[in-house]
C-alpha cells in the first residue's frame, strides 16, 4: 500500500514557477511509477508528466512539455513537478499518483491506484 501527500501549491502570476512536491510512504513506495496528474474545473482529470521507478524515464503532456520537469528522488521517497512559465489554463488541482498495476508509464489514470488528496495551484493573469 502507498500513502501519497502533495504539497507546494499556491497563487502565482502568469510567467512565474511554482514547485510541487509529493511525499510517498508505504512499503512498495519505491518500486512504482508514479505521475502528476490536473484536474481544472468542469474539466476532465489529465495526466501532464510520468517517471518511471528509477526516475530515468520520463514522459510529458504536450500541454506543458518544455516547461515541467518530474524527478523523484527514491532516498526521500519524494516526487517532485517542477513547473516554469505558468500560464492562466494551467490553473487546476494537482494530483500525485503511483501505481502499482503496470511498470509501464501509462498516462490513462484508471491505470493509477493510489492517490494523494490534490493541491491547488492558480495562476492568475
Known amino acids: 500500500h502507498v500513502q501519497l501527500v502533495e504539497s507546494g501549491g499556491g497563487l502565482v502570476q502568469a510567467g512565474e514557477s511554482l514547485n510541487l512536491s509529493c511525499v510517498a510512504s508505504?512499503?512498495?513506495?519505491?518500486?512504482?511509477?508514479m505521475a502528476w496528474f490536473r484536474q481544472a474545473p468542469a474539466k476532465e482529470r489529465e495526466v501532464v508528466a510520468i517517471?518511471?521507478?528509477?526516475?530515468?524515464?520520463?514522459w510529458y503532456a504536450d500541454s506543458m512539455k518544455g516547461r515541467i520537469a518530474i524527478l523523484r528522488d527514491n532516498a526521500r521517497n519524494t516526487v517532485a513537478l517542477r513547473m516554469n512559465s505558468l500560464k492562466s489554463e494551467d490553473t487546476a488541482v494537482y494530483y500525485c499518483?503511483?501505481?502499482?498495476?503496470?511498470?509501464?508509464?501509462?498516462?490513462?489514470?484508471?491505470?493509477?491506484?493510489?492517490w494523494g488528496q490534490g493541491t491547488q495551484v492558480t495562476v492568475s493573469s
Open positions: 499518483a503511483a501505481t502499482s498495476l503496470t511498470k509501464n508509464l501509462v498516462n490513462d489514470a484508471s491505470w493509477y491506484n493510489y
Open positions: 508505504g512499503r512498495t513506495s519505491r518500486n512504482v511509477v
Open positions: 517517471i518511471s521507478e528509477t526516475g530515468t524515464t520520463t
